[in-house]
T-cell receptor, first 111, second 116 residues
């Protein structure tokens, strides 16, 4: 039931791009993206709703593919501050309100 | 506006003991969710409280319990601690039920529990 995130880890140089995927075997209603830096609380990035539009937040954007039951987080022209662990939280269709989080994707951006 | 606060920030307990963790949500938020975070496991959902009622529950044993007070503050209790309970326990608050529509959860800094 836990959504599957890929890749598990990414290493980038500043300015490079990355894509993090969050896939579900169950129908998704919404996907919530968070970033957690070491020793800190997860910070909300954005929500993607089923049937909703692609969202953007500075150079970080995300999409929701209903056919694939997958959300993708796009990080463009990465900055050192993007380093951290990215989690997707899935809300499944069918009236279940709780968020089930993936295991996370660790992103390290180096100069 | 003050964020979500959790106390204590660090705890060391021994097997068999019990522990109570506290979470104060953002002012005006009525929902509090609790998560257990361990390396490699991500965030495991424990339960959610809304208006003093448990609305959702994850797959944890009955040793894990919680409650919410009329001011929306929440406590989580773990009885008969086991070594495997060592983890970071995060609480998150939201205005309404988490995961409904575009309802956003805001996380606290967590309580790091070490069971020896």
């Amino acid at each position: 039931q836990q959504p599957v995130q890929s890749p598990q880890a990414v290493i980038l140089r500043e300015g490079e791009d990355a894509v993090i995927n969050c896939s579900s075997s169950k129908a998704l209603y919404s996907v919530h993206w968070y970033r957690q830096k070491h020793g800190e609380a997860p910070v909300f990035l954005m929500i993607l709703l089923k049937g909703g539009e692609q969202k953007g937040h500075e150079k970080i954007s995300a999409s929701f593919n209903e056919k694939k039951q997958q959300s993708s987080l796009y990080l463009t022209a990465s900055q050192l501050s993007y380093s951290g662990t990215y989690f997707c939280g899935a809300q499944f269709s069918g009236g279940y309100n709780k968020l089930i989080f993936g295991a996370g994707t660790r992103l390290a951006v180096h100069p | 506006k003050a964020g979500v606060t959790q106390t204590p920030r660090y705890l060391i307990k021994t097997r068999g003991q019990q522990v109570t963790l506290s979470c104060s949500p953002i002012s005006g938020h009525r929902s509090v969710s609790w998560y257990q975070q361990t390396p490699g496991q991500g965030l495991q959902f424990l339960f959610e409280y809304f208006s003093e009622t448990q609305r959702n529950k994850g797959n944890f044993p009955g040793r894990f319990s919680g409650r919410q007070f009329s001011n929306s503050r929440s406590e989580m209790n773990v009885s008969t601690l086991e070594l495997g309970d060592s983890a970071l326990y995060l609480c998150a608050s939201s205005l309404g039920l988490a995961g409904v529509g575009e309802e956003t959860q805001y996380f606290g800094p967590g309580t790091r529990l070490l069971v020896l």
